[in-house]
């Protein structure tokens, strides 16, 4: 169901695979993969070692009709379905096999709304994903997903989890808003800097990103219906004490201690994530 590219160079390497579209409207990572496909197949990109295997589009039914998903979220279903139930279960599948056979999977996504900050996940951090992420064109780098969630039911089956699980290093990159073109640029600019990080293009100097790291402490369940007190953006700076949304009855929920607001949705549905409350390192 997936279709994939492979790049292998004459001299044995790192294996490199590239995932974009996990989320069908998430276009940003697609067109980069489209640019370097033209790139190695003229010349003017030439591997010296290793293999790349890129998928420039995960969710093929959802991009087709512009949508994050069909069934489910397929970073949420990233592992092995003995009995697929749903169509990104059965794409977890093939992915799964695509992580298995990788050292490094740089996953590509982009956000949603105009002036989003782009920034990577950085959910298991290893040697090589922290190598990789220095050269990342983003300047924040947010941590401590898993932690967030750990002892709650949500069992976060992300592209990151999977890497992990099969001992792999990984990043998930979000490239800003998916309709500027900046966000394919960043996409572009991120393959072509791991692919020297990984010694398999030449490059004599590695750009490298300074990056503010921001710790995941917890996320907020809209539990009825309330508003957020601003139009707040994903990594707008908040006080201790701020009072970020109220509910309908008059319940004010305020910042526990100065820090960052992380991955508002105004939008939520009741019983699912408000937003993420965040801290810088
Ligand atoms: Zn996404």
């Known amino acids: 169901m997936i279709t994939k590219y492979v790049f292998n160079a004459p001299k044995e390497g790192k294996k490199f695979l590239v995932l974009a579209a996990i989320h069908g409207n998430e276009q940003a990572g697609t067109k980069a993969c489209e640019r370097l496909k033209k790139e190695l197949t003229s010349g003017k990109i030439v591997l010296k ?10 969710n093929t039914k959802a991009y087709e009709q512009d949508v994050r998903s069909i069934d489910e979220n397929l970073n949420r279903v990233i592992k092995e379905h003995s009995h697929p139930k749903t169509y990104e279960q059965q794409l977890a599948n093939e992915i799964c096999q695509l992580i298995k056979d ?3 999977l740089l996953d590509l996504h982009s956000t949603h709304c105009k002036d989003d900050v782009p920034f990577v996940f950085c959910d298991y951090p290893n040697e090589l994903s922290q190598k990789v992420m220095a050269s990342l064109p983003v300047d924040y780098v947010i941590e401590g997903w898993p932690e967030a969630y750990a002892g709650t039911a949500i069992q976060d089956y992300s592209t990151e989890y999977a890497a992990h699980y099969y001992s792999k290093a990984a990043n998930t990159l979000e490239c800003g808003y998916h309709k500027e073109p900046e966000a394919a640029e960043i996409a572009y600019q991120a393959i072509i800097n791991t692919l020297a990080v990984l010694d398999m293009i030449e490059m004599a ?3 490298q990103f300074s990056k503010k790291i921001v710790k995941m402490q917890e996320y907020v369940i809209k539990a009825e219906e309330g508003k957020l007190t601003q139009n707040y953006k994903h990594l707008d700076a908040i006080r201790k004490g701020e009072v970020l949304a109220v509910y309908d009855n008059g319940q004010e929920l305020t910042a526990p201690y100065d820090g960052c607001i992380l991955l508002p949705n105004a939008n939520a549905a009741i019983g699912t994530e408000w937003y993420y409350l965040g801290k810088f390192k």
């Open 205 to 207: 100097d590695i750009p």
């Open 49 to 58: 070692s290793g293999r790349l295997t890129f998928v420039p589009i995960c």
């Open 102 to 104: 990788t050292d490094y």
